[in-house]
């Protein structure tokens, strides 16, 4: 898949400002500081499209990004940062956990873990959230794998993958890199995969 336009839509506070077309949606998700909004960056191969910051917990709302007029990338806002107030949490879990619910045009998740500590509780809570939920895909994009030795990394991919299939076959997995730009076609090619089987979309 070549991404040839990537477009910022709207970011919403509420459900109720979520775009109204039915373009496929793809949404990101991950532990605040996991380098999400890094990733979707070097996937869009623009700069500056997701903002980065070095501040846990910065992204709070939901960011709609138009990628080739046919389908949208959904960066979500992170979460289990320390710092958050009862009150933020209890935004976050209303915001995020009523948009994975209740949008008809989710197609996958692309949960985002730190390859040095994989399925943290913040992780866990989140697996077990879709755990009824097996109409949607879910990647389990395990990033910063560049900090980890060769053999830790086979370690990590092997665990996961293994508990992938335990889950059930809704579930892939896949390790990446933004540092090293490693992992973005496959990335790509699993996302398309979803909408469309026959790579046609481009």
């Known amino acids: 898949m070549q991404i040839n336009k990537a477009q910022f839509v709207c970011s919403s506070e509420r459900l109720s400002q979520l775009p109204k077309d039915s373009l496929p949606e793809f949404a990101f998700i991950g ?13 869009t191969g623009r700069s500056g499209l997701a903002k980065v910051s070095g ?19 959904v960066d979500l806002p992170g979460y289990g940062y320390a710092k958050a ?23 996958g998740v692309v949960i985002v873990m730190d390859a040095r500590r994989p399925f943290m509780p913040a992780d866990e809570w989140l697996i077990h959230f879709f755990s009824d939920k097996t109409h949607v895909r879910q990647l389990w994009l395990i ?20 508990r992938a299939r335990e889950t059930g076959p809704h579930i892939f997995v896949q390790l990446f890199s933004g540092l090293k730009k490693e992992g973005v076609e496959p990335l790509q090619e699993t996302l398309l995969s979803w909408i469309d089987p026959e790579g046609r979309l481009a």
């Open 55 to 73: 501040t846990p917990g910065k992204t709070r709302l939901i960011n709609h990004f138009r990628i080739n007029d046919s389908w949208y990338l």
């Open 31 to 43: 532990r605040s500081n996991v380098g999400k909004s890094s990733m979707v960056n070097m996937l």
């Open 85 to 107: 107030s009862p009150q933020m949490r209890a935004s976050w879990t209303s915001l995020v956990g009523g948009y994975i619910a209740e949008r008809p045009s989710l197609v």
């Open 143 to 162: 990033n910063k794998c560049d900090q980890i030795s060769r053999a830790e990394r086979a370690k990590v991919l092997a665990a996961a993958q293994k």
